[in-house]
């Protein structure tokens, strides 16, 4: 099984505060540097759960670029796509109930482009997994859009996590909805704010209240996508449904990858 997962690979500052933090002072924290970014995260976690996994997206050509690249390629993940310009760094604070808050910096991310993508990248795949930041601007999502034609002319299915409710409000559910629509995605995750966040735009998704998946059926794709809560993939330890789903009940969960924040 390989997995290519989309999207960005940054540096991840995790910190964590004794206490909840004061405004105009100081507090004592624990504090986390390393290789990071949804994609990124998505294919260690890939590795460690037995299948293979590639990444692509544009890279930083910095220090802190080769940083979390040669971290990544410890975990297994190959890397391909461009490369140039400053490496992003998202920043997160992590509450005492584990909840976090985050600032996020893509970086020369953001510069990847549907021009800039190579069939090869995708040959062989089995499911491209987009970050849904790249449906961000429009040149992310044109990347998008033409990843997930060469995956699926490759034979892979796509899934696509929707990633930040406050993203999908800022981009405006119509727009975020119409270029989710474009990778005519197979599968898609997402919070139960981040899903409701869609539906403001359209009645297709699930009901996110009731906490079960649905699916809904375009008028240019062949198969329903299926649409599931971040609850529902804890619960399955799942990327691919059919293909390589691992119940907790009949096997432990393995460790996440010791950089991994997503």
Do not use: K
Request: hydrophobic share 50%.
């Amino acid at each position: 099984m390989l997995i290519c997962t989309l999207g960005d690979l940054v540096l991840d500052v995790i910190v964590r505060p004794d206490e909840p933090l004061v405004a105009g002072d100081d507090v004592v924290a624990t504090t986390r540097v390393g290789a990071g970014g949804q994609a990124a995260n998505v294919a260690a976690w890939a590795v460690a759960l037995g299948a293979r996994a590639r990444f692509v997206g544009h890279r930083g050509d910095d220090a802190p670029g080769r940083l979390v690249q040669a971290e990544l390629a410890r975990h297994g993940v190959e890397s391909l796509g461009p490369a140039g310009g400053r490496t992003g760094v998202i920043v997160a604070v992590v509450g005492a109930d584990r909840d976090r808050s985050m600032a996020s910096d893509r970086g020369s991310a953001l510069e990847l482009t549907a021009g800039a993508l190579e069939p090869r990248w995708f040959a062989g795949s089995d499911w491209l997994h987009v970050s849904g930041y790249m449906l961000a601007h429009e040149g992310g999502a044109g990347a998008g859009a033409e990843a997930a034609r060469l995956a699926h002319a490759a034979g892979a299915r796509v899934s696509v996590d929707a990633a930040s409710a406050t993203l999908i409000q800022s981009v405006g559910a119509a727009v975020f909805a119409s270029r989710l629509a474009a990778l005519v995605p197979d599968l898609v995750f997402g919070t139960e704010s981040e899903l409701a966040a869609i539906a403001a735009s359209s009645d297709s998704v699930p009901n996110t209240r009731s906490g079960t998946s649905a699916a809904r059926r375009d008028a240019n794709t062949a198969a329903p996508t299926d649409w599931m809560s971040v609850a529902e993939a804890a619960s399955t330890l799942t990327l691919a449904p059919a293909a390589w789903a691992r119940r907790a009940a009949s096997a432990p969960a393995p460790a996440p990858p010791s950089w991994a924040s997503m």
